[in-house]
């Protein structure tokens, strides 16, 4: 199983500001997935991160907006650039290992 | 049309009943298929792996059915600790597609 570290786990910021999550893998993994889940809804997918090419965004989400690096086969950033309420949201890391995904804990952000 | 859809619920359950969920998907050229687990504010946890000749772990059972696109999960004997939102989750290209989740309260 792998184990992800995911870090902050919360934070409140205000409009118009940047937060960067990070995750941090216990193993190498060539592929890491963000999501994002807003509250009473179920997970979507915001991008795909791959080490050594740029990420590949879902419909919807664009690079501007949360852009993402992954700087090594262990770890990778997402940002959530500009922020605004509609932000507020649960933000979660996922790497992929024998067909089972495992998760970071979540980085709950409230943007007021 | 979704990718993935769930009845949302919530299903209020006594104790020791058993209870069913079901998914569907739309793409037919999903390979694999999962049940997670969402405590409240968790990340998700896999249940368990859906088969196409359907599997059981203890008290839950998972059933697929590929010319329907349909899949889903029984829990009998429920207990207080089933309480959870459960997740229907397709790979269909590599990536996980979740379904909007399923909630479950058991009572007692």
């Known amino acids: 199983s792998a184990v992800i570290s995911q870090k902050p786990s919360r934070d409140i910021c205000q409009r118009g500001t940047s937060l960067t999550i990070q995750c941090q893998v216990d193993?190498?993994?060539?592929?890491m997935f963000w999501y994002r889940q807003q509250p009473g809804q179920s997970l979507t997918l915001i991008a795909t991160?791959?080490?050594?090419?740029?990420?590949?965004?879902e419909s919807g989400f664009v690079i501007d907006k949360f852009p993402i690096s992954r700087p090594n086969l262990t770890f990778s950033t997402l940002t959530v650039s500009n922020m605004s309420p509609e932000d507020s949201s649960i933000y979660l890391c996922?790497?992929?290992?024998?067909?089972?995904?495992?998760f970071g804990q979540g980085t709950r952000l409230t943007v007021v | 049309r979704k990718e993935v859809e769930q009845d949302p619920g919530p299903f209020n359950v006594p104790e020791g009943a058993t209870v069913a969920f079901n998914c569907t998907y739309s793409?037919?050229?999903?390979?694999?298929f999962f049940w997670y687990r969402q405590d409240c504010r968790k990340e998700p946890k896999l249940l368990m792996s859906?088969?196409?000749s359907g599997n059981e772990d203890g008290r839950f059972t998972a059933q697929l059915n590929r010319a329907s696109q349909y899949i889903s999960l029984l829990i009998r004997d429920s207990k207080l600790s089933d309480s959870a939102t459960y997740l229907c989750?397709?790979?269909?290209?590599?990536?996980?597609?979740f379904g909007a989740g399923t909630r479950l309260t058991v009572k007692p």
């Open positions: 996922s790497v992929v290992q024998n067909t089972e995904a495992f």
């Open positions: 859906v088969y196409s």
């Open positions: 193993s190498q993994v060539t592929m």
């Open positions: 989750v397709v790979n269909p290209l590599g990536d996980m597609r």
């Open positions: 793409n037919s050229a999903s390979q694999s």
């Open positions: 991160a791959n080490q050594g090419s740029e990420a590949t965004y």
